[in-house]
């Protein structure tokens, strides 16, 4: 008799916790919530973490070995201890077994409340959780925790932190509200959960695999009135319109956006997709994706010492021609200065649409390590060079247009440095093979020969170059001539249903070579401005450069298909010695 009534415990326990996996998170949760968020395998992700190659990286860099001789970290560690004895395992250990089935997230808007599920595999550490953190918390002020029910489930109360255990389930939530509508869903099922929301759902069935993903309802904030800024369609920075002016265009029609984070040994990437029509796009942010909603990014051949390449599909002049629709007044107003300046250095020619408009949308820039071998002048601050590239739409107007421009404003700008004492351009006008160019270059003759300190201006001498139509813009002659020889693939007229309309990649160690060039005077900075020793100085520096040890490159896309937008953000992890 005794065996059959601890097999018939054992039965109902296991059919109990049988019966708590039967429930996915999204049961569980409002219809209505504004953000969800899911971990679906945190024990994956924290044994990556945790024995991923960067880890040994870290904590041999002097910085972190510094840092663990420290009473702060001696009492850390004097915390886990604590915690790991009342566990009865690491910390490690405990947090994958707690979280095994998964940790998720909501935002319910109506109830301003947030709410934590972490469904665990382990019934044993599952209750060792909860006795350890009440015990903790108790004995840290045992008037602090309160202790009510709900619908036979206790519930623990500290300041507006609600925690409850369910069977497989720890509740995290600051308001009653949601957290009873989770109880009342898993002990009846739910006809107002997120499952029934058929947007959420078709959204969810098609989420890739990822380390993390989360939802955002962008209808429902939309029609609340929160956040009018971010859907006005209007931006108050060029800089960001120039970027990322699509995703403002769809975020005044779409119903969602949904993110997927991936994290592996070599790489770390963010997705972010939103639903997209053509048929949204208005006429001023054709500028952005094109007649046709199939603008796309040029192809350049491949340039040495690269730190940053960026190509686009930009139409300056129609974003120019539309900047009422496009930004804010104070932003409008700046344009309109600004344009009055230009007409008048293009001899009166409306500078956007007779300047920006001779101009192809399909757009390169490229940032590069410069190079002193050989040279008469060394900077002492060594800045990298950068050019713009672009095709010109009716090249033989357009050349000696941009060549009087460009030589009337280094003219211009030798009148104003006469006036505050800089060194003057030497202008230069010739051809390299098919290339034309016209240079401004400063004199060496200009400089004391045993003045340690160059000026900053002999980073530069600008130059603008032409081969057959393509123009180009550059901080100085030698990039301008490399750039002006480099290939550039063309785009097919048929073109697919998926384009790259902007693509980036900053190359992070070119970039630590410009940041060693001048790390002298990085760490002269920071004592003059942060007031520390030089030792101090060189340490945070020092903490600079290890972090971008970390990094191979980090690159950027925006992609555009006939029914969705996807921006992605990558970086390669450094993970060899």
Avoid at 356 to 373: D, R
Avoid at 528 to 547: C, S, Y
Wanted: proline fraction near 4%.
């Amino acid at each position: 008799m005794r065996h059959a009534l601890t097999a018939l415990c054992l039965l109902v326990l296991t059919c109990q916790w049988s019966f708590a996996e039967e429930r996915k998170a999204h049961e569980l949760l409002p219809k209505d919530s504004l953000v969800y968020l899911e971990i679906s395998k945190p024990s994956e992700l924290i044994d990556l973490v945790v024995n991923h190659p960067l880890r040994a990286k870290i904590e041999a860099s002097p910085v972190v070995a510094a840092a663990k001789e420290g009473k702060e970290y001696q009492q850390l560690l004097a915390g886990i201890g604590l915690v790991e004895g009342h566990l009865g395992t690491d910390l490690v250990t405990a947090i994958s077994k707690l979280s095994g089935g998964g940790i998720y997230a909501a935002f319910q808007p109506s109830t301003e409340g947030v709410v934590i599920l972490i469904h665990s595999d382990d019934a044993e550490i599952l209750e060792k959780t909860r006795s350890t953190v009440l015990g903790l918390a108790k004995l840290a002020d045992p008037e602090s925790i309160r202790t009510t029910k709900y619908r036979d489930v206790k519930v623990y109360t500290r300041e507006e932190l609600k925690i409850a255990v369910m069977d497989s389930w720890l509740i995290l939530t600051n308001k009653s509200e949601i957290g009873k509508s989770v109880v009342d869903a898993y002990r009846d099922g739910n006809s107002e959960s997120l499952e029934q929301n058929e947007n959420f759902q078709a959204v969810y069935t098609a989420r890739p695999q990822c380390s993390a993903w989360a939802y955002f309802d962008l209808a429902t904030l939309r029609d609340s009135g929160e956040a009018a800024d971010l859907f006005s369609g209007k931006s108050e920075n060029p800089g960001v319109e120039i970027l990322v002016g699509g995703l403002l265009e769809n975020f005044q029609h779409a119903g969602h956006v949904s993110l997927a984070v991936s994290l592996k040994q070599e790489r770390f990437a963010i997705q972010l997709e939103l639903p997209h029509k053509n048929d949204w796009v208005s006429e001023p942010r054709k500028h952005f994706f094109g007649e046709d909603g199939k603008g796309t990014a040029p192809t350049y051949g491949k340039a040495e010492n690269v730190i940053l390449s960026l190509s686009s599909y930009r139409d300056f002049s129609r974003m120019w021609l539309h900047a009422d629709d496009l930004f804010d007044e104070a932003t409008v107003d700046e344009l309109a200065a600004a344009e009055s300046n230009l007409s008048t250095l293009f001899s009166g020619k409306d500078f956007g649409e007779e300047i920006l408009g001779a101009i192809h949308p399909e757009v390169q820039l490229l940032v590069t390590q410069q190079s002193f071998e050989g040279s008469e002048i060394v900077p002492t601050i060594k800045l990298p060079s950068f050019a713009l590239a672009a095709k010109l739409r009716d090249a033989e107007k357009m050349k000696p247009e941009l060549r009087r421009t460009f030589q009337s404003l280094i003219g211009f700008l030798n009148v104003i440095g006469a006036q505050e004492g800089n060194p003057q351009f030497d202008i230069e006008a010739t051809k390299s093979g098919k290339i034309q160019f016209v240079a401004a270059e400063y004199l060496a003759q200009d400089i004391d020969e045993d003045d340690n300190n160059v000026p900053i201006h002999y980073n530069f001498s600008p130059t603008v170059a032409f081969v057959d139509d393509t123009f180009v813009l550059s901080s100085t002659k030698s990039l301008a001539l490399e750039m002006a020889k480099l290939p550039v693939k063309k785009t097919p007229q048929n073109r697919p249903k998926n384009v790259t309309n902007t693509a980036a990649k900053l190359d992070v160690a070119e970039l630590a070579k410009v940041l060693n060039d001048n790390k002298r005077h990085l760490v002269a900075q920071n004592m003059l401005e942060d007031g520390n020793t030089r030792e101090e100085a060189e340490n945070q520096i020092g903490i600079l450069f290890e972090i971008l040890k970390a990094f191979e490159d980090l690159q950027f896309q925006f992609d555009v298909a006939d029914d969705v937008l996807k921006l992605k953000l990558a970086t390669k992890l450094q993970t060899t010695q």
